[in-house]
């Protein structure tokens, strides 16, 4: 049987009816990134870096997120729990803790392909890809990720501000041009 994304989507929805739906979340991811093959073939190749949704609802939302290399997304927060399971490349976090005036640095997490990492809905975390190759994940939230509040933090002066899915987004096509010029460059003869 050939995986798909309506597969996926299954999957993870039949994980919100277990006792503890983010650990169920992350056994599906566990499964599904134990073979890569099959994840690229239902989400198609990664040429470029960027989010695109495959479910979202109230409940549950499931993204695929590849990030561009030399990309790095500044501190931010869910408020609400998420699994990450890595296909392909791979995500450098680091953990931050509030405290009076911004944050501090709360240590970090590589997360190679083929591992999966769960975050709980207090964590705040920087996101970068300093491979040269893309990374993919799915990403897989215990809610609607595009509805409600959330902070971000200036990655130099740690002050907060309202997240803006629309600044992310920008990031992403920064860090694609980036990449295509740098590559670009790099095979003139």
């Known amino acids: 049987m050939t995986l798909g994304v309506d597969d996926i989507i299954a999957r ?3 994980a919100l009816a277990e006792h503890t739906p983010v650990l169920a979340v992350r056994d599906v991811l566990d499964e599904l990134v134990a073979d890569p093959t099959a994840l690229e ?20 939302t499931i993204l695929h997120v590849a990030w561009t290399p030399g ?9 609400m729990w998420a699994a ?14 509030r405290v009076p005036g911004g ?9 190679p392909a083929g591992d999966v990492l769960v975050l709980g809905d207090d964590v705040i975390h920087s996101v970068a890809n300093s491979r040269r190759e893309f990374a993919a994940a799915l990403h897989v939230y215990g ?13 130099d002066t740690y002050e907060e501000r309202p997240r803006d899915l629309e600044r992310t987004m920008r990031l992403f096509e ?6 295509r010029d740098q590559t670009q460059e790099e095979i003139k003869p």
Do not use: K
């Open 41 to 60: 073939q239902a989400l198609g190749p990664v040429e470029r870096g960027g989010i695109t949704p495959l479910h979202h609802a109230a409940d549950l």
């Open 103 to 111: 944050l501090e640095t709360a240590g970090g997490r590589e997360l």
């Open 12 to 14: 993870c929805q039949a």
């Open 84 to 97: 990450i399971g890595m296909y392909g490349g791979q995500e450098d976090n680091a953990f931050y803790r």
């Open 174 to 179: 920064e860090a694609n041009t980036r990449w």
């Open 143 to 155: 809610g609607d990720f595009f509805a409600g509040e959330r902070s971000e933090w200036d990655f």
């Open 71 to 79: 990309m790095a997304l500044n501190p931010h927060e869910h408020r």
